[in-house]
């Protein structure tokens, strides 16, 4: 698959009522949102089943059913978290095991309405036991079936992708990467680029943090239903350092004449072994904040002015790249 180097997130249009959610959300302005990347050269779309627990992926299959298949993206989806009907906001638990795995890609195909998924992935490493190399070969035999094209893992480690890799090849490593989180670029990364594993990455603009738009007031306002109130990273001490390597975006962002968010994004598509970057909005106008990225190529000096404003603020861990 030839992908953009930003895709929509679609974890926020999920909307409110679970663990992770942002707050409730409007569906029309949702899908608004999604129909407007596409229509601006996005070519796919990053859901998971526990977003909005199944509501994301509804959502992305009404937008796939008004497109003409010649038009229509690309669908990653993602597996491995089961939660409770009885209690929608209790953390969903991190499962491996081979049957609840083929339950959960035969729910994830009827909601996006689709036969195959593009790109699959095991979410989180699993919590019940079940060993790695019992859910990978599940979804080794998933693709081969057919009813995934493209197989992978997000948020796991290094010794977890080299066991992995040993049944299998790992087609991509789904971590988190921004400015503020740089952890994975240690080791994740650089085993990526030599093991030839695409890496999509999400939150590059760390949940809003470097939007450019963010404030300590806006931080200290998030309802009690948006996840970010509970986040360390939207609280003092990190919030005023993160806000401060925001700031120091800026002129990059006006040397270039495009959005401070747009800055954040195409830094992580400049990190060595990024294949692409996911992107989130919840309207078409959040996509215009950012869509610029895919394009936008930091030349040096900016990369050096970054790299400079990390360390001068103390965003953040992982290496100062």
């Known amino acids: 698959m030839n992908i953009t180097r930003v895709g929509f997130g ?65 669908v990653f989806t993602k597996c491995g978290l089961i939660w409770d009907e009885h ?8 499962i491996g095991r081979p049957e609840s ?5 035969e729910r994830s195909l009827k909601r996006l309405g689709v036969e195959r998924i593009d790109l699959y992935q095991v979410h989180w490493p699993a919590e019940d036991g079940t060993p790695i190399e019992e859910y990978w070969q599940t979804l080794l035999d998933l693709k081969r079936e057919g009813k995934a094209r493209a197989i992978g893992l997000s948020n796991h480690k290094l010794d977890q992708l080299e066991r992995a890799e040993r049944l299998g090849h790992v087609d991509t490593l789904q971590p988190p990467l921004s400015a503020i989180r740089r952890d994975v670029a240690a080791a994740e990364l650089p085993w990526c ?37 509970r986040s360390p990273e939207f609280q003092a001490p990190r919030l005023q350092n993160n806000l401060a390597l925001a700031d120091a975006l800026r002129p990059i962002a006006a040397k270039h004449k495009t959005a401070v968010g747009a800055v954040a994004v195409a830094w992580t598509l400049a ?19 950012w869509i610029r990225a895919a394009d936008l190529t930091l030349d040096p000096s900016d990369l050096k002015d970054i790299a400079s404003a990390i360390e001068r603020t103390g965003a953040g861990t992982g290496p100062v790249l």
């Open 10 to 74: 679609a974890w926020a249009i999920g909307g409110g009522g679970w663990a992770f959610a942002w707050g409730d959300q409007d569906d029309d302005q949702s899908m608004a949102a999604m129909r407007y990347a596409i229509e601006r050269g996005v070519n796919w779309i990053d859901t998971a089943a526990v977003y909005g627990l199944g509501h994301s992926e509804e959502l992305v299959g009404r937008v796939l059913r008004d497109l003409p298949n010649d038009k229509r993206p690309y």
């Open 87 to 94: 209690d929608r906001t209790a953390v969903a638990k991190r």
């Open 101 to 105: 795995i083929r339950q959960e890609i």
């Open 193 to 229: 680029h030599n093991h030839q594993t695409g890496v999509i990455v999400y939150s590059p603009m760390q949940s809003g943090l470097l939007t450019g738009s963010f404030s300590e007031a806006r931080a200290a306002a998030l309802p009690a239903g948006d996840w970010r109130s």
């Open 271 to 289: 990190v060595p072994g990024v294949t692409g970057a996911i992107v989130g909005a919840r309207s078409p106008e959040q996509v215009d904040g």
